[in-house]
């Protein structure tokens, strides 16, 4: 139980973060936040693992950076995709 309450607040996050750096606002609900939030912390640690740095010695930014990042481009694929 504590495995999908950490992913739904990390993928709250890391969504939020994405659309936070996103100019506008943007109509998605906080449901798909969260789930894109999640698909990219998840893609984003595997990115960050495979570049070399996805374990530092303190806060692991670049990784932050790729996941946020990663989430921008979810929210901004999605809302191109439900506005068809």
Request: aromatic share 4%.
């Amino acid at each position: 139980m504590g495995i999908i309450i950490g992913a739904v607040v990390t993928g709250l996050i890391i969504g939020s973060l994405g659309r936070l750096v996103l100019p506008g606002k943007q109509d998605i609900s906080l449901g798909m936040t969260i789930l894109v939030g999640i698909a990219a912390a998840v893609v984003g640690g595997f990115a960050a693992a495979a570049l070399g740095v996805g374990e530092t010695g303190g806060v692991d930014w670049i990784k932050l950076v790729i996941q946020v990042g990663l989430a921008a481009a979810g929210v901004t694929a999605y809302i191109s995709y439900s506005n068809r």
